[in-house]
């Protein structure tokens, strides 16, 4: 009983922290409508999406988890007091009233199932370990964006260390620790869940292993949640020209089926490569060369601003389509 109302508490907690990392990304969202920066695939440059659209992705994973955390509370809203070493007891106890006292829904159905039942615990740290994964891969982009090779952030003094013997170097040491933590929780899961499946009902010793792992991964992720949120409330962003994909043009402009613009495009690029210029650097004339129907009009999309703004499909990367995804966000979450 103790351990449930524990974990009842402390959802509340977790939950209010996601929320305060939700409203650190809005914030930064809200900055960045139409900052460019690339969208990746096989971390391979692929199409240019805004900074805000990036980000809304965290936002909206964070939301899954804390609605997960609102289901986890219906199901373990139930009172398993009165149910005895096992088998429930001949005292004239009253466990409704004891239920609604105690803040629970009703009590347990099961005495059996009352002592032996630890799926509350599987599913909450569950939830914990999908939220150290979400936090793990936002912890990985700013690890590879902090960066020479990427330099699209700066990282705040206070979550970053130097070099005690190169001190031109600035390390991601909060989104380091951030990433290997997840590894922990999602170890605390895996070792209850190996614990359970041996156990016979109703009370095993085995069981008092729950606590330690649930109050690890607790204060895990409480802490990596306050880590990040303050990460990306000080990171400053150092915006950058991006390519975009010409494919769409030949597409919509030219009428080409996508196989056929798909080769055309394919061919420019590789051109471009050769130059060592960006395919917005290319002259109509050289783009005529690989098809005499490509117009002025082609360098309208050629700007990485323009394909963005012309992803205007729901949920797309379009600036007007991120303002409304903002206001969604805000009016859902905050």
Excluded at 55 to 73: N, S
Excluded at 202 to 221: A, G, I, R, W
Excluded at 235 to 247: G, S, V
Excluded at 289 to 307: A, E, G, H, W
């Amino acid at each position: 009983t103790d351990f449930k109302l524990w974990i009842k508490k402390h959802s509340l907690v977790i939950d209010q922290s996601c929320q305060a990392f939700q409203k650190a990304l809005i914030g930064v969202a809200k900055k960045n409508i139409t900052t460019v920066m690339p969208g990746y695939t096989h971390l391979q440059i692929a199409q240019p999406v805004s900074l805000a659209h990036h980000f809304l992705a965290y936002v909206e994973m964070i939301g899954r988890d804390r609605g997960r955390l609102k289901d986890c509370i219906k199901r373990l809203n139930e009172s398993p007091l009165g149910a005895g070493a096992l088998a429930g007891t001949s005292f004239p106890i009253n466990r409704h009233m004891t239920s609604t006292i105690l803040g629970f829904n009703q009590p347990t159905k099961n005495s059996i199932d009352s002592v032996s039942d630890r799926d509350f615990v599987v599913e909450f740290i569950f939830i914990l370990s999908l939220i150290s994964v979400h936090l793990s891969r936002l912890a990985e982009e700013i690890v590879l964006w902090a960066s020479q090779q990427y330099n699209f952030i700066t990282l705040p003094d206070e979550l970053s260390t130097g070099s005690s013997i190169m001190p031109q170097k600035k390390n991601p040491d909060g989104a380091e620790l951030v990433r290997a933590q997840a590894a922990q929780t999602i170890s605390n899961l895996n070792t209850l869940l190996v614990l359970l499946k041996g156990l016979p009902l109703t009370y095993s010793k085995d069981l008092q292993d729950d606590k330690k792992l649930t109050f690890n991964s607790y204060d895990t992720v409480h802490l990596g949640l306050q880590v990040m949120t303050e990460l990306i409330r000080k990171t400053t962003f150092n915006t950058k020209a991006m390519k975009d994909a010409l494919a769409d043009w030949l597409v919509q402009n030219l009428q080409y089926p996508f196989r056929q613009a798909y080769q055309i495009t394919g061919k420019i690029v590789d051109y471009a490569v050769k130059k060592n210029v960006t395919l917005a650097k290319l002259s109509i004339h050289e783009l005529q060369k690989f098809d005499k129907k490509i117009t002025q009009d082609v360098f309208s999309v050629l700007s990485p601003i323009q394909s963005m703004k012309s992803k205007t499909s729901y949920g797309g990367t379009s600036p007007q389509g991120v303002k409304k995804s903002i206001q969604y966000a805000i009016k859902k979450y905050l």
